[in-house]
């Protein structure tokens, strides 16, 4: 009955097919297909909406509730966000100011205000992993807030809190928990905490909140929407597709073994009763009523270890395999996780290197940075304004809302305190080849020793021709003579006491 239900399903659908393919011939030449689906795809509706209507508050709520269990159970999912992570929150922070003693203080407090303790509301992550968090909110939920309070601390917002407020405030206008200005600028966003069943609402100034969001669609979008939503369908599909194929690898794992015979060796003589250990039954002394049924199957079990099977001519035993999954399958199952992995611009060969050799593979990888550019503005903005936010109350007084712990020397003021947050780089691939390369490009003034350093996440180049200075004086007071580079040398470390002589 299911083959004949699936040779009728299938008649229909070839019926359907050879419908739409006169439908298609008929209509070629009657203008865009694009716009004149007629079974080839789904019809879209010639109505042009913002996308906030689009996607209005409660298709958001199913939106990010969907993200969410993809992010929870989904491996590949999972495994995608923490690979665009990897490549797009890491940044360290470089200060500089004509003061030295300046400069270490400043150090010193936001390593002390980015630690778990001092930074979030909470006391549970510190200023990396939150900026980390913000980040992966950002990729699932399309936007996130980080808000900053009184106290000195932070407090992350999630999507699904930022509501229009239950209040009823006359003359303004509120989209998807923004109250909007002028040009759609928003001046506040409402917050809505639940803690033991009762909803409060706050409304918290634009001032106070940045909200980290995809705008990659819209003009006009208010909330963001993040590119993720694109491959969460070819996530779920992958997710049920591979418990499919496990289900029928489990399956095939219960038929273990079958022993076939030629049919004219099946008859009233023939003993298919017959023990598995060769020893016919008939031999037996025991009574004829002791004996095993000489018309039960024989069975063959393996939890004893190695079997040795005596069969008959004519006999033979083969171990069933459906090659599940086949070939091509495993190609579809890769193409799908291709497509999925292209929502977030990632190559396949970081899936899967095997299948790339090395130029193909710095190809794809220096594509995956190109665009991991856009998505790093957006967490430089979100650590300007954490920056500004963190000076601003080192230098005002206690007076006005600050701590008061920098005071400025009258020689400097805040516009020669300059603050950088730098994207940590990747090691070299090959360090023999592209470090002289980089040494040639500063040779040439297309780059510079600081920049080559921070873009690796090799500290601060100041502060390593310090150390270094240290380490040369402190091996030269034992009697220890320190060379650096290779053989030969890129350049010539000279010291004062080298001039002079």
Same mark, same amino acid.
């Given at each position: 009955q299911a083959v004949k239900a699936g040779l009728s399903a299938a008649a229909h659908t070839f019926s359907d097919n050879n419908s739409a393919s006169s439908s298609v011939t008929s209509s070629a030449t009657s203008g865009y297909d694009a716009i004149n689906p007629k079974g080839r795809r789904k019809s879209v509706s010639s109505q042009i909406q913002p996308e906030d209507t689009v996607l209005?508050?409660?298709k958001r709520r199913r939106l990010i509730a969907q993200s969410m269990d993809l992010q929870r159970n989904v491996g590949l999912a999972a495994w995608a966000i923490r690979q665009h992570l990897n490549y797009v929150t890491l940044f360290d922070l470089y200060i500089s100011t004509p003061d030295e003693t300046l400069t270490s203080d400043l150090q010193t407090l936001f390593e002390r205000d980015g630690r778990m303790e001092n930074c979030d509301v909470g006391g549970r992550h510190s200023w990396n992993r939150m900026r980390r968090l913000a980040e992966v909110r950002k990729t699932l939920d399309g936007d996130v807030g980080i808000m900053r309070l009184r106290s000195g601390y932070l407090q992350g917002i999630e999507a699904h809190c930022i509501v229009n407020p239950d209040r009823i405030y006359p003359g303004s206008t509120w989209e998807q928990g923004v109250l909007l200005g002028p040009g759609k600028r928003a001046k506040a966003y409402n917050v809505r905490e639940v803690s033991q069943g009762k909803r409060t609402d706050r409304m918290v100034s634009a001032d106070n909140m940045f909200l980290l969001g995809c705008f990659e669609g819209?003009?006009?979008?208010?909330? &963001?929407?993040?590119?993720?939503?694109? &491959?969460?369908?070819?996530?779920?599909?992958?997710?049920?597709?591979?418990?499919?194929?496990?289900?029928?690898?489990?399956?095939?794992?219960?038929?273990?073994?079958?022993?076939?015979?030629?049919?004219?060796?099946?008859?009233?003589?023939?003993?298919?009763?017959?023990?598995?250990?060769?020893?016919?039954?008939?031999?037996?002394?025991?009574?004829?009523?002791?004996?095993?049924?000489?018309?039960?199957?024989?069975?063959?079990?393996?939890?004893?270890?190695?079997?040795?099977?005596?069969?008959?001519?004519?006999?033979?035993?083969?171990?069933?395999?459906?090659?599940?999954?086949?070939?091509?399958?495993?190609?579809?199952?890769?193409?799908?996780?291709?497509?999925?992995?292209?929502?977030?611009?990632?190559?396949?060969?970081?899936?899967?290197?095997?299948?790339?050799?090395?130029?193909?593979?710095?190809?794809?990888?220096?594509?995956?940075?190109?665009?991991?550019?856009?998505?790093?503005?957006?967490?430089?903005?979100?650590?300007?304004?954490?920056?500004?936010?963190?000076?601003?109350?080192?230098?005002?007084?206690?007076?006005?809302?600050?701590?008061?712990?920098?005071?400025?020397?009258?020689?400097?003021?805040?516009?020669?305190?300059?603050?950088?947050w730098v994207p940590r780089g990747v090691p070299w691939w090959k360090p023999?080849?592209?470090?002289?390369?980089?040494?040639?490009?500063?040779?040439?003034?297309?780059?510079?020793?600081?920049?080559?350093?921070?873009?690796?996440?090799?500290?601060?180049?100041?502060?390593?021709v310090e150390e270094i200075a240290k380490a040369q004086k402190f091996a030269a007071d034992r009697g220890v003579q320190l060379k650096f580079g290779g053989s030969p040398s890129p350049f010539t470390i000279v010291t004062g006491e080298d001039q002079q002589a």
């Open positions: 209005n508050a409660n819209r003009f006009d979008q208010v909330r &963001g929407i993040s590119s993720f939503t694109a &491959g969460m369908n070819e996530y779920r599909d992958l997710y049920e597709t591979l418990d499919y194929a496990r289900a029928k690898v489990k399956v095939e794992q219960l038929f273990a073994l079958a022993i076939m015979r030629d049919k004219e060796t099946v008859g009233p003589a023939s003993d298919i009763g017959r023990r598995v250990d060769g020893v016919d039954d008939s031999d037996s002394d025991e009574s004829t009523d002791a004996q095993v049924d000489v018309t039960r199957t024989p069975q063959v079990g393996f939890g004893d270890g190695p079997v040795k099977l005596d069969l008959d001519p004519g006999e033979k035993a083969e171990f069933l395999q459906a090659n599940n999954p086949s070939q091509s399958t495993q190609d579809f199952l890769r193409l799908s996780i291709h497509l999925a992995l292209l929502s977030l611009d990632i190559p396949m060969n970081f899936f899967d290197p095997k299948y790339v050799n090395y130029s193909g593979g710095r190809t794809a990888w220096n594509q995956y940075e190109r665009s991991c550019i856009s998505k790093r503005e957006d967490q430089l903005a979100l650590h300007d304004w954490y920056t500004r936010w963190r000076l601003a109350r080192y230098l005002y007084p206690k007076e006005v809302g600050g701590t008061g712990e920098i005071i400025l020397p009258r020689s400097i003021d805040g516009s020669d305190i300059r603050c950088e023999s080849e592209e470090l002289q390369a980089e040494l040639q490009a500063i040779g040439g003034a297309i780059d510079t020793p600081q920049m080559v350093t921070r873009r690796h996440g090799n500290g601060d180049w100041y502060r390593n």
